[in-house]
T-cell receptor
Framework: GQGVEQPAKLMSVEGTFARVNCTYS??????LSWYQQREGQAPVFLSY????GLKDSGHFSTFLSRSNGYSYLLLTELQIKDSASYLC????????????FGLGTRVSVFP | DMKVTQMPRYLIKRMGENVLLECGQD?????MYWYRQDPGLGLQLIYI???????SEGDIPKGYRVSRKKREHFSLILDSAKTNQTSVYFC??????????FGPGTRLTVL
């Protein structure tokens, strides 16, 4: 079957960092996306990774290890406004299909 | 400004009534999706549309049907709504780079 797992919650301090982990088990993997979702709002696309390694996008970075079925989203220099849910979503080989989402990790940033 | 719109934003219906949720996009994207999001279950794919009159079931299609007569419009229909269809419904469209853009969501309550 296909599954995407994320920790439910993560707490961190303003100015530091937070790493949101995601593990997946799918057939025909064709990339992984990260979305940010604020309370009561729609998911907003952050990043897409399909190759192994680290992809740096400034305020955040994403890592992928296809052999381990593992990805993480690294948020650096955290601000209070980074408090949100972060969703990991996997695409299968037929990429026109919808994404398989994890339940999301609620990141809380404290002063 | 690329945009996905949804109407209505909030809707209350009684069990057994018909429900029509509408979605529009101004990006000429071929592929569109309907998801529902529930606490503890995350985002679940209901239907996919690859273009006009070319639709496919997602993971949880039972109790729903869709209509796409124009590329920019994708409707979700609930014939005889049930209380367990109370949820937040998101429409999304996909660009050529496989990034999905989500609409603001419709919060449906079935009494």
């Amino acid at each position: 079957g296909q599954g995407v797992e994320q920790p439910a919650k993560l707490m961190s301090v303003e100015g530091t960092f937070a790493r949101v982990n995601c593990t997946y088990s799918t057939s025909g993997f064709n990339g992984l996306s990260w979305y940010q979702q604020r309370e009561g709002q729609a998911p907003v696309f952050l990043s897409y990774v399909v190759l192994d390694g680290l992809k740096d996008s400034g305020h955040f970075s994403t890592f992928l290890s296809r052999s381990n079925g593992y990805s993480y989203l690294l948020l650096t220099e955290l601000q209070i406004k980074d408090s949100a849910s972060y969703l990991c979503a996997v695409r299968v080989s037929n990429y026109a299909q919808g994404l398989t989402f994890g339940l999301g990790t609620r990141v809380s940033v404290f002063p | 400004d690329m945009k996905v719109t949804q109407m209505p934003r909030y809707l209350i219906k009684r069990m057994g009534e018909n429900v029509l949720l509408e979605c529009g996009q101004d990006m000429s994207h071929e592929t569109m999706y309907w998801y529902r999001q529930d606490p503890g279950l995350g985002l679940q794919l209901i239907y996919i549309s690859y273009d006009v009159d070319s639709n496919s079931e997602g993971d949880i299609p039972k109790g729903y049907r869709v209509s796409r007569k124009k590329r920019e419009h994708f409707s979700l229909i609930l014939d005889s709504a049930k209380t367990n269809q109370t949820s937040v419904y998101f429409c999304a469209s996909r660009d050529n780079y496989a990034e999905q853009f989500f609409g603001p969501g419709t919060r449906l309550t079935v009494l």
